[in-house]
């Protein structure tokens, strides 16, 4: 893989022309930045920037301004190759918070490793209905302490708005779900995003997780995307790299509380 051109694409394609991730949601370019406001407590924040030293703490305010206005909190999502290169602190001097940083993996969907399947007594459920998207949020809060109320909101949104755009699937031991994991397929674009993996932690290590990536792969070859997205975790990450995932570059949410 041509590790600069792939990312080039990738901004090109996910960030800079980037599309709504649910019905009711949009995409604002304004000025040198291009955001995603959220629908009905959907997830909201900026996408991309272009940014130098002269033009970034106007633009951050303004951001601060626009989305403090709306009410709720919103993400400025950063990776480790935009500018300026002090971004990171220019957000935490405007009062953005840092979560943990990820890793952007891509893989190439022809290069996969896909045969992965979920161990004996565990079985793969599509998520179609309203009683699927309670088991993915279970699941979800669960497996990283988090409350899965926005959770519930967007993938309900999505499976009966344009349901094509979006794969969920639960893992079963039994009746009892263990791990969980959504893929967004956004049309016109050539990278499929996987997010959200998680599996409960006296599941863990049992290669449900590397099950779940397959199961998403196979959909997104079977769907003409080229290539799929991740951002990985300290924990992923060593599973995607053998399943053929590159790393590219790392991404960090800078949240902001209004």
Known sequence: ????????????????????????????????????????????????????????????????????????EFEWKLYGHDRPVD????????????????????????????????????????????????????????AFGIDGTRLRHQLLAQLTGDSDTVVAVVALAGDVPVSAARMELLPGARFAGLWGGGTVEEWRGRGIYRALVAHRARVAADRGYRYVQVDASSQSRPILARLGFQALTTTTPYVYQP
């Not at 590790?3 to 304004?30: C, I, Y």
């Not at 406001?37 to 002269?54: H, I, P, R, T």
């Not at 940083?101 to 179609?128: K, Q």
């Open 87 to 142: 971004l990171g602190q220019r957000l935490r001097a405007a009062g953005f918070t840092a979560e943990p940083e990820e890793t952007l993996m891509i893989a190439e969907l022809s290069d996969l490793a896909l045969d992965a399947e979920p161990p004996e007594g565990v079985r793969l459920l599509p998520v179609t209905d309203r009683a699927g998207v309670d088991l993915v949020a279970d699941v979800h809060e669960r």
């Open 1 to 72: 893989m041509d590790h600069s051109a792939v990312l080039a694409l990738f901004d090109r394609d996910m960030r800079e022309s980037a599309r709504p991730d649910a019905p009711g949601s949009r995409v604002e370019r304004v000025g040198r930045v291009v955001r995603l406001v959220g629908a009905d407590k959907g997830w909201s924040g900026v996408l991309w920037s272009d940014l130098d030293e002269a033009s970034a703490d106007a633009a951050i305010a303004e951001q601060v301004r626009f989305f403090s206005r709306l009410g709720g």
